[in-house]
């Protein structure tokens, strides 16, 4: 049953990350460049938006039994890259945070389009007191109880734009979180991706290391049976010794490297650096050719502009600040309502005046209807402050959007270049890697037959070791390129050519979950 369970969750989850990609991917391709083009405050295209908006809420709605529900609890197995994505993405705190901002932000909505509504409250008085007045005869004393319920209905007729300002604000304010989220889904894979071949990479080089301490332990022992032939020097031991002691030194500073790597993959995953977790390493291959990623540099950066969430969050979080100050110009003008009242008085006295004495009681209806008009005509130049407060915050905010793009355009410069030298990296470490092996087998032959020195062969040892650090590093800094390009531009990038990929969108990176590729949508019309 509980298989059963997590089956369905699975698939719930997987339905909802393709509504929500399909829903964030076609927001930005239709309406963003209408913002950019500076057409985002027209009513066709805020009706658009509004529909947007209550498609977002449903995706909420379908979202917050997933997102609400446990958390998928690191058990004691191996995971793969698929497998820690998946349990980044349900425990990651950052997601979490940012999942909850939208929430409010939706919330927040809602609450904006309440002045559309009437406005019913009940409110009742009930009590006694006792009291006099002074007349001309003496006082006159009575004895009070009253009871007073009524109804109150209000109802905003005229406002002037102030509720559709507020509403347009929110709209834009929802899907800047909505976008927000979506970017730091995109943030918290990339962690995981890169803490995973790094820590992919410390098992090589633990591996690496591991194979030098043995090749330097035979080189000592084999110096050692020499020695006592007498046929090896004791400098030629000692350098032997050293060689190996060398090699103890790099093998525990490659134990470290693989544990503090692994607690780093934990923490990005979102558990505990101590949680019982263990990581199957990613095996280094040799990637494919970049001939898909030649001369596209400005098609990538134009990708960038379109797809990226946090740009197209700077875009909504500007038309929020101008909906704002619609909204501060709106106070400027009176504001037209109509209110109802309906209360019932039941009542009883009782009172004395001199000799004269009496009780009386009554129940009264009573109702009224009015139309009320309220207009601040001054209040010390508060709203023209707030007016140019709001025109400041606009223009900060479009100040921040050019901020944003130029670093877009940066980060998408700086991860192109970054994957093509790790590319041209690999294949020069692959050719260092091959000459060193091919010297150090000749060498170690030669030193057999006693035509090389130990000073050769440790010489060509320590290149050997050399060339395999560089080569795994290499190829751990090219996926890493990937996946930060991919980060950059906001979607997979294809790294094959045409005729060697058979899918337009291969995962930026190994182990990438197919929920997280473009996928056709149910919801397309």
Aim: net charge positive; with cysteine.
């Amino acid at each position: 049953m509980r298989l059963a369970a997590s089956i369905r969750k699975y698939d719930i989850r997987c339905y909802c990350m393709r509504f929500w990609e399909w829903l964030f991917n076609k927001f930005p391709s239709q309406i963003r460049r209408r913002f950019c083009a500076g057409e985002g405050t027209r009513r066709p295209l805020l009706n658009k938006i509004a529909r947007r908006a209550l498609a977002l809420f449903a995706g909420i709605l379908l979202t917050s039994a997933v997102i609400g529900a446990q958390p998928e609890e690191p058990a004691d197995k191996v995971y793969d890259l698929a497998g820690l994505l998946n349990l980044a993405l349900t425990r990651n705190p950052y997601t979490r945070e940012t999942w909850q901002t939208a929430v409010a932000a939706a919330a927040e909505t809602r609450e904006a389009r309440a002045p559309y509504y009437p406005k019913l409250s009940f409110r009742m008085h009930a009590g006694a007191d006792r009291d006099y007045s002074v007349t001309t005869g003496g006082p006159a004393y009575y004895t009070r109880a009253l009871s007073a319920p009524g109804f109150f209905v209000e109802y905003l007729l005229v406002d002037f734009g102030r509720r559709r300002a507020d509403v347009q604000r929110t709209l834009f304010a929802l899907d800047a979180a909505s976008l927000r989220y979506d970017r730091q889904l995109q943030r918290t894979i990339f962690g995981v991706q890169r803490s995973y071949f790094a820590h992919s990479a410390a098992l090589r080089g633990e591996e690496s290391a591991r194979a030098n301490r043995d090749l330097a332990r035979t080189l000592f022992e084999s110096i050692q049976e020499k020695m006592s032939a007498g046929l090896a020097t004791d400098p030629e031991k000692l350098l032997a010794k050293r060689t190996l002691a060398r090699a103890e030194y790099d093998l525990e500073s490659a134990r470290q490297s693989v544990k503090t790597t692994l607690g780093e993959l934990r923490t990005a995953a979102g558990v505990a650096a101590n949680a019982p977790l263990q990581v199957s390493p990613l095996p280094l291959a040799v990637p494919d050719s970049l001939a898909a990623l030649q001369d596209k540099l400005d098609s990538l950066v134009d990708a960038a502009l379109v797809d990226r969430p946090d740009l197209a969050g700077k875009v909504a979080d500007l038309r929020a600040k101008e909906a704002a100050t619609s909204r501060a110009k709106a106070d400027f003008f009176p504001e037209i309502r109509f209110e109802g009242t309906y209360q019932n008085q039941t009542f009883g006295y009782r009172a004395r005046e001199g000799k004269a004495a009496g009780n009386f009681s009554g129940d009264e209806n009573q109702f009224g209807t009015f139309l009320a008009a309220d207009w601040d005509l001054f209040d010390g130049f508060e709203r023209v402050e707030k007016v140019k407060q709001r025109l400041a915050e606009e223009r900060a905010a479009g100040a921040e959007l050019e901020i944003q793009r130029l670093d877009t355009i940066l980060d998408v410069w700086s991860s192109y270049y970054a994957v093509l030298t790790s590319r041209r990296r690999i294949q020069f470490a692959q050719a260092a890697l091959g000459a060193s092996q091919e010297n150090f087998d000749a060498t170690q032959a030669f030193f057999g037959d006693g035509l090389a020195t130990i000073t050769e062969l440790v010489s060509a040892q320590s290149e050997l070791a050399a060339a395999r650090s560089e080569r795994i590093r290499a190829t751990a800094d090219y996926l890493t390129a990937i996946a930060s390009l991919t980060l950059a531009i906001g979607k997979p990038v294809t790294t094959a050519s045409k005729e060697s990929s058979s899918s337009k969108y291969p995962p930026a990176a190994p182990g990438v979950p197919p929920s997280a590729k473009p996928q056709n949508s149910p919801f397309k019309h």
